[in-house]
T-cell receptor
């Protein structure tokens, strides 16, 4: 069985300051991990993915995440928030070889001008 | 560009009137998924196709059906929509066990 815990349902940052969205996971199998972003009334866009290669993963729009097996974490970071980053972010885990994924509950990021 | 397309983007239907949502893809992925997403919630998997093999989630209501006539297209049929079925419906595709690519979604309103 697998599960995902997004530790914050809401995060508020000022424009130009760092972003940290936290995600912990559990999985019985070697997992792949993903971060998706969803803007209002839009579909989900893949930000980045970890699939057992480099533990520091760089994604689109300046986001990156580090896979830490010892801490079972996959936190999403960005050095400097932009207004366009305001959205909902989902951490997703996929056990190796399976088609189905498990979503976290989502973190709503607010960026204050 | 290769993509996942959903039509319509917005659908209004009446209580109890059947409705069909469509999804097409140009990615040639063998797996297609339908999710239901209600406001401020994570997407909830309804079912998925691995090629032609249909996989229903245990808690998906019988009111929801799906068809996949070929690799590119997948349909979601809601036989008798209730007010509780108002939601965003997301289609996604993947190639085997790799990451999923999502369409823009169809916002369903039930009046």
């Amino acid at each position: 069985a697998q599960s995902v815990t997004q530790l914050d349902s809401h995060v508020s940052v000022s424009e130009g300051t760092p972003v940290l969205l936290r995600c912990n996971y559990s999985s019985s199998y070697s997992p792949s991990l993903f971060w998706y972003v969803q803007h209002p009334n839009k579909g989900l866009q893949l930000l980045l993915k970890y699939t057992s290669a480099a533990t520091l993963v760089k994604g689109i729009n300046g986001f990156e995440a580090e896979f830490k097996k010892s801490e079972t974490s996959f936190h999403l970071t960005k050095p400097s928030a932009h207004m366009s980053d305001a959205a909902e972010y989902f951490c997703v885990v996929k056990p190796g070889g399976y088609q189905k994924v498990t979503f976290g509950i989502g973190t709503k990021l607010q960026v204050i001008p | 560009d290769a993509m996942v397309i959903q039509n319509p983007r917005y659908q209004v239907t009446q209580f109890g009137k059947p409705v069909t949502l469509s999804c097409s893809q140009t990615l040639n992925h063998n797996v297609m998924y339908w999710y239901q997403q209600k406001s401020s919630q994570a997407p909830k998997l309804l079912f998925h196709y691995y090629d032609k093999d249909f996989n229903n989630e245990a808690d998906t209501p019988d009111n929801f059906q799906s068809r996949r006539p070929n690799t590119s297209f997948c349909f979601l049929d809601i036989r008798s929509p209730g007010l509780g079925d108002a939601a965003m419906y997301l289609c996604a595709t993947s190639s085997g066990s790799y990451e999923q690519y999502f369409g823009p979604g169809t916002r369903l309103t039930v009046t």
